[in-house]
Nanobody, 126 residues
Framework: QVQLVESGGGLVQAGGSLRLSCAAS????????MGWFRQAPGKEREFVAA???????YYADSVKGRFTISRDNAKNTVALQMNSLKPEDTAIYYC????????????????????WGQGTQVAVSS
């Protein structure tokens, strides 16, 4: 069993920054991909960013140049630094990791991931 716990959400004005963190525990796949997704009210869950165990990073076009994903393999944590936030970034942000089973599925596809956190709310005011 894998547990993921997100933290760092909150309310911020447009143009501001937030840093989300996610701590993983349990039977973690050693070569996992860790990702961030978000879901705004009335919308489907969408990919934000992902990072492989080797440090390769992937971003949605909507956040490129503003968000940075990083990880600490020794601590089993992943972070999402969000700068220049916009009101359209408002959503619940979810951390996810895979178990190596769905490795053929793109890291930007939610079906790649086997374990999900409970989410943390990010609200950006205009």
């Amino acid at each position: 069993q894998v547990q993921l716990v997100e933290s760092g959400g909150g309310l911020v004005q447009a143009g501001g920054s937030l840093r989300l963190s996610c701590a993983a525990s349990g039977r973690i796949f050693s070569n996992n991909v860790m990702g961030w997704f978000r879901q705004a009210p009335g919308k489907e869950r969408e990919f934000v960013a992902a990072i492989s165990s080797g440090g390769s990073t992937y971003y949605a076009d909507s956040v490129k140049g503003r968000f940075t994903i990083s990880r600490d393999n020794a601590k089993n944590t992943v972070a999402l630094q969000m700068n220049s936030l916009k009101p359209e970034d408002t959503a619940i942000y979810y951390c996810a990791t895979d178990a190596g089973v769905n490795w053929k599925i793109s890291v930007s596809n939610a079906r790649r991931y086997d374990h999900w956190g409970q989410g943390t709310q990010v609200a950006v005011s205009s």
